[in-house]
């Protein structure tokens, strides 16, 4: 039987998705639903799939099907396509089984031409519509079927407005359009070489195959990379009967959400336009209209609209994004799907739906993007520097968040000054889908122009950034990189902060805070905690890091990294005697003086903590790492170890290794220098009888790091055992404790078995452990990685996302080699990797007792965790 690449809207449903598309798919579903969807078909993903298999040609019996569903269209509409006196008209839209908003191309009236124009205005009684919806046609066809320079025909358009003294394309008059579609035709045989094509079925095999092209332009796979969507996926293509919102002022075109997509309200939020057509809205070519507004000019549409939309979010059982359009006073709906929304938005919708009873609290939970969470976990302005600071103007508040940074001007700038570790703003006149990288690049986005739904804040929202959009007093030369306020010119040399959740606009840069958690994100995250049975921990080596990643529920401290509390000013001169001692004895008396600070230290964070774990890391970097390199430094380093500076500068590079992460670090300190491990084992000892001898239940966990055998581990481990019981007889007291060690050598990891018989617990360093198995040095990578990325050779950053086949193996082999010859055996990561989402679902599935990761991931790595949970019991 042969494949079936073409499909009406009544043949489809919600569920052929991957075939059909999301639009597509949503588009039958509305059809069988009864809902007014002007009558289409779909050509399916698995026909874009063929036709790069076909050298991009629209093959045979392809062409035949579609012939066969033009008519089934003629028949629907009483039209015929290509009929000079009554012309069927089409859009030619994507559509990926994905959504991806804004990311491919779309085609507008279709089958309109010099003679059919003439019909079309005969028709409808309407020059000024027939002639707009012309110009539209041909400068869309140019820009997406053909890849023609848009902005030659805009350069058109915008003479035309100057020439008759008008702002916007809505004050031009049928005589101005009906010039203009001749300047076009001229552009275009200038830029193709040939006419502008008339046979309509051709412009249809062109739009067609210009769609399926479209799944491979740059952003579109920028985008899918982002996302993580498969490039394998394919686009449908979508063959819809034209409904027209620019002919008069009894019709209109918008976008709506069920919600609110910034903030979750349970109200109807969008934006309207009349006597516009689709791309008006988003395009920002006139301020559009608040749906409210609809209310009180269309009574009947609007309910309608609303008594819709209301249908369309039961029947999905989700927050519904709809693009509508009004024809002469009749609805007609192009398009639903589920609508991109803030964190914020996603968590409060999330819990309204459980509490209204359209979803359970674990549906609700598998809703919400782990990573989506981050958009949460941001900084705001501070009410006193709100207070204190000047507003320059405001626009409309698109996605919320706070950013500061120095202006640029084009996508490419802010991607390169990013890039070169400048924190920018994106500041455009208005974003278009080719300024992706930059608006990736930068930690906010200002726009002078567009809405709500514009370009800039449907994206802005969907990465979680902080977006302020339609700023109309803002002008911005992007030639000469200058931004103006009134009297104020700011330069890419300014700073300037903008509030993506008032819309404010402020000069200079403005103080924020942390993120409040509470509401429906800390119903939420009770949710979250109720269906989680993997532990999160965070990494933190102070007591600051260690009170905010309680702030946002921290089970205990995975990583406490000893070495980070070495660098302080009033122990680093103590530290680098003892590295640089040449005896015992000056070596021992440096370390006696360090002991009390690190205790300190422990005692500090044991007391925030409480009873609940924490892992502190022995002593891991190259000593060298902590040695000085300025003159004054080595000098009064010298004179209090009464040393030539002359030796010690001999013997900081006696300790410089050719490879050090491979080199002097880790136990191996432990096994040459002994009285480090036990300083380091007192101090943490003494700190936990402190808070025992308190009333606080303190079981301290001990990390040796960096074993690759079992007789090294057990050589440093007796070191700090020894030390450990002259303590607990000091003290006339003993207490619980754990030893264990970071598995972050490939060797370890194939000789657990053997290591676990020595060790309470395994903490995966993934880190170097990705760098070990990899062959890759961390810190050198970024040179060539980006590469293996684009390239695809590697699918992801192995550093970002675990590497599942190669160091998710050695992972898998030491948790079941560990447990077997010890069953009690605690597991646990710490790397990087511990807070991106995946990474977690994949180690919950492998049998980690908890993972850990920076302070702002423990939300993320909880979500994570609990959508693993629900998914398995599934």
């Known amino acids: 039987m042969s494949t079936k690449y073409v499909y009406n809207f009544d043949e489809g449903n919600k569920t052929m998705r991957d075939i059909l598309g999301g639009k597509g798919a949503n588009l039958a579903e509305m059809t069988n639903m009864g809902i007014n969807v002007p009558y289409g078909f779909s050509v399916t993903t698995e026909a874009c799939i063929r036709y790069y298999k076909e050298d991009k040609k629209l093959w045979d019996t392809l062409n035949e099907e579609i012939t066969s569903h033009i008519k089934d269209l003629e028949k629907h509409n009483g039209k015929t396509f290509g009929n000079n006196e009554d012309p069927l008209l089409v859009s030619v839209r994507s559509g990926a089984p994905i959504s991806m908003p804004g990311m491919m191309d779309t085609i507008l009236n279709l089958g309109l031409n010099d003679v059919a124009v003439k019909g079309l205005e005969n028709k409808t009684e309407n020059k000024r519509f027939a002639y707009d919806s012309y110009r539209r046609f041909i400068q869309m066809f140019a820009d997406v079927a053909m890849g023609l320079d848009k902005n030659k025909f805009e350069e058109v358009l915008t003479a035309k407005k100057e020439e008759k003294g008008v702002k916007t394309d809505h004050d031009l008059d049928a005589e101005d359009f009906v010039d203009v579609v001749e300047k076009y035709k001229k552009v275009y045989k200038e830029l193709a070489g040939v006419e502008f094509p008339q046979d309509p079925r051709k412009q249809l095999d062109l739009a067609i195959s210009a769609v399926f092209s479209s799944w491979n332009n740059p952003r579109a796979i920028l985008y899918r990379k982002l996302n993580e969507i498969d490039d394998k996926m394919g686009t449908a293509v979508n063959v819809q009967t034209m409904v027209f919102g620019n002919m008069g002022e009894t019709s209109g075109t918008g976008v709506a959400f069920s919600r609110n997509p910034a903030t979750g309200e349970n109200v109807l939020y969008g934006e309207y336009l009349m006597n516009a057509q689709g791309e008006d809205v988003v395009a920002g070519v006139r301020t559009p209209e608040p749906i409210s507004h609809l209310h009180e000019l269309m009574p009947e549409v609007y309910d309608e609209f609303y008594n819709t939309a209301q249908t369309l979010e039961k029947h999905y059982k989700d927050m519904q994004d709809m693009e509508f359009t009004i024809q002469e006073g009749k609805l007609f709906l192009l398009q639903t799907r589920n609508g991109k929304r803030t964190a914020q938005a996603a968590v409060q919708v999330a819990v309204d739906m459980v509490e209204e009873g359209l979803v359970d609290e674990k549906e609700a939970l598998l809703r919400v993007n782990p990573q989506d969470l981050d958009g949460l976990l941001h900084p705001t302005f501070t009410a006193e520097a709100v207070k204190n600071a000047q507003s320059l103007t405001k626009g409309l508040a698109a996605s919320p968040g706070a950013a500061v940074g120095k202006i640029a001007f084009s996508a490419p700038e802010a991607a390169k000054r990013a890039k070169d570790g400048e924190v920018v703003v994106l500041v455009r006149e208005e974003t278009s889908p080719e300024d992706l990288e930059g608006m990736v690049s930068a930690v906010g986005i200002l726009t002078a122009r567009g809405g709500m739904t514009s370009h800039a804040a449907v994206v802005a929202r ?413």
């Open 462 to 874: 969907g990465m979680g950034k902080c977006c302020v959009s339609g700023a109309s007093d803002i002008h911005v030369n992007e030639f000469e990189h200058t931004l103006r306020v009134g009297d104020v010119v700011l330069t890419s040399e300014d700073t300037i902060s903008i509030d993506g959740s008032t819309g404010e606009i402020y000069a200079g840069a403005l103080a924020t805070q942390p993120p409040q958690m509470h509401g429906a994100f800390g119903k939420f995250m009770q949710w979250v905690d109720k269906y989680r049975d993997m532990k999160v921990r965070t990494n933190a080596d102070t007591p600051r890091d260690a009170k905010q990643a309680l702030e946002f529920g921290a089970e205990g401290i995975g990583l406490c990294r000893t070495e980070h509390m070495f660098f302080a000013d009033d122990r680093i001169f103590q530290v680098r005697k003892m590295i640089l001692a040449s005896d015992l004895e000056t070596r021992q008396a440096a370390l006696d003086k360090i002991l009390p600070m690190q205790e300190e230290d422990f005692y500090q964070i044991y007391k925030l903590m409480e009873e609940r774990p924490v892992t502190v890391r022995l002593l891991d970097p190259p000593l060298h790492e902590f040695l000085p390199k300025g003159e004054k430094e080595i000098s009064d380093l010298a004179l209090d170890l009464k040393m030539l500076p002359a030796r010690v500068k001999e013997r900081i590079a006696e300790l410089q290794e050719v490879n050090p992460m491979l080199g002097f670090r880790g136990l191996r300190l432990g096994v040459i220098y002994p009285e480090i491990s036990k300083m380091q084992a007192r101090a943490i000892m003494q700190a936990a009888i402190r808070l025992n001898k308190e009333g606080v239940n303190v079981v301290p966990e001990i990390m040796i790091p960096l074993s690759s055998d079992v007789h090294e581990l057990d050589y440093v481990k007796n070191i700090v055992r020894e030390e450990i019981e002259k303590v607990f007889e000091e003290q006339g007291m003993e207490i619980k404790y754990l030893l264990g060690t970071m598995i972050e050598i490939p060797r370890a990891a194939i000789t657990a078995d053997e290591i676990a018989q020595v060790t309470d617990f395994f903490s995966f360093g993934t880190n170097d452990l990705t760098q070990m198995t990899f062959g890759l040095s961390r810190d050198d990578a970024g040179k060539f990685l980006p590469a293996y990325i684009e390239k695809d050779i590697f699918e992801k950053d192995p550093f970002q996302v675990l590497d599942q086949k190669g160091v998710g193996f050695l992972v898998e082999t030491a948790v079941e080699k560990g447990r077997k010859t010890n069953p009690a055996l605690h597991l646990g990561i710490c790397g990087e990797h511990g807070g991106e989402p995946n990474t977690v679902k994949y180690l919950y599935n492998v049998g980690l007792d908890y993972v850990s990761c920076s302070p702002f991931r423990i939300p993320i790595a909880k979500l994570a965790a609990a959508q693993a949970a629900i998914e398995k019991n599934k």
